[in-house]
């Protein structure tokens, strides 16, 4: 369903039980991860939320649905731009080469243990070339590619390409194979900076923070703990409580 203007597709769909799929040309609260603003020009980008009615994965299991979303967005993207080095950085953000390009924001509605929706928000800079604000890397795909891209288009191939994903949450394994195949700064040395889970949204773009340290990503848990090796340690991390000094 298309709506010209809302303040965020996540919470309109909640408010609207009787839709399955919304996308609109303009946000005025677009929200992101870690309770950040998500900035999206007027009819210039993918601003597109989906709900999914009792996932078949148990409150354990949930990142499986990160794991499965991020890699339909990562195809859609990867198929805009096939000759970019498009990557997942954890747990859900896409990247092509240094920059962001999408971000992703999924959340669940749990009850006694039993997930019995998912709202899944997705913000994907297509034809935006200009911010105002101070996120440090956004790219779209105009910048890359040169080119207007058809935003309606983009938002029926996600729904389709996260519809067919969807049997892959039966298949962990292969899931996460394919998740780290293309998992950002995976096997390489960078740095990183431990922080409080509560710190403030601007602290997270901190861009020399003072306790950064160099460290690499070996793995991703099935809880969806991101797996850092030191020189002296490897410690694991949940989200918010590391951040990538980029």
Same mark, same amino acid.
């Given at each position: 369903?298309?709506?010209? !203007?809302? +303040?965020?597709? +996540?919470?309109?769909?909640?408010?609207?039980?009787?839709?399955?799929?919304?996308?609109?040309?303009? *946000? #005025?609260?677009?929200?992101? *991860?870690?309770?950040?603003?998500?900035?999206?020009?007027?009819?210039? /980008?993918?601003?597109?939320?989906?709900?999914?009615?009792?996932?078949? %994965?148990?409150?354990?299991?949930?990142?499986?649905?990160?794991?499965?979303?991020? $890699?339909?967005?990562? !195809?859609?993207?990867?198929? $805009?731009?096939?000759?970019?080095?498009?990557?997942?950085?954890?747990? +859900?953000?896409?990247?092509?080469?240094?920059?962001?390009?999408?971000?992703?924001?999924?959340?669940?509605?749990?009850?006694?243990?039993?997930?019995?929706?998912? &709202?899944?928000? &997705? @913000?994907? /800079?297509? /034809?935006?070339?200009?911010?105002? @604000?101070?996120?440090? +890397?956004?790219?779209? %795909?105009?910048?890359?590619?040169?080119?207007?891209?058809?935003?309606?288009?983009?938002?029926?191939?996600?729904? !389709?390409?996260?519809?067919?994903?969807?049997?892959?949450?039966?298949?962990?394994?292969?899931?996460?194979?394919?998740?780290? #195949?293309?998992?950002?700064? $995976? /096997?390489?040395?960078?740095?990183?900076?431990?922080?409080?889970?509560?710190?403030?949204?601007?602290?997270?773009?901190?861009?020399?923070?003072?306790?950064?340290?160099?460290?690499?990503?070996?793995?991703?848990?099935?809880?969806?703990?991101? =797996? $850092?090796?030191?020189?002296?340690?490897?410690?694991?991390?949940?989200?918010?409580?590391?951040?990538? =000094?980029?």
């Amino acid at each position: 369903m298309y709506i010209s !203007q809302t +303040n965020s597709t +996540n919470t309109w769909l909640k408010e609207h039980p009787d839709c399955e799929v919304v996308w609109t040309a303009y *946000q #005025t609260a677009g929200r992101g *991860q870690a309770g950040n603003s998500w900035e999206s020009e007027a009819g210039k /980008n993918v601003l597109f939320s989906m709900r999914l009615t009792h996932p078949p %994965v148990s409150v354990e299991q949930q990142f499986r649905l990160t794991m499965l979303v991020s $890699l339909a967005v990562w !195809q859609v993207v990867k198929e $805009l731009l096939p000759d970019e080095d498009v990557t997942i950085k954890w747990p +859900n953000d896409i990247y092509v080469g240094k920059s962001k390009i999408c971000g992703i924001l999924i959340e669940n509605r749990i009850v006694e243990k039993v997930i019995e929706e998912s &709202i899944v928000g &997705i @913000g994907l /800079n297509i /034809n935006q070339t200009q911010w105002t @604000g101070d996120a440090p +890397n956004p790219t779209s %795909v105009k910048l890359i590619s040169g080119r207007e891209t058809d935003i309606a288009q983009v938002s029926k191939r996600l729904e !389709q390409c996260i519809r067919a994903r969807l049997p892959q949450l039966a298949q962990p394994v292969e899931l996460k194979q394919h998740y780290m #195949t293309v998992l950002y700064r $995976l /096997n390489r040395k960078a740095k990183y900076a431990e922080r409080e889970v509560n710190v403030a949204p601007s602290k997270i773009l901190t861009r020399t923070p003072d306790n950064a340290f160099e460290a690499t990503i070996t793995n991703v848990t099935e809880q969806g703990e991101l =797996v $850092l090796q030191t020189d002296q340690k490897t410690k694991k991390y949940h989200f918010k409580e590391i951040q990538f =000094v980029l």
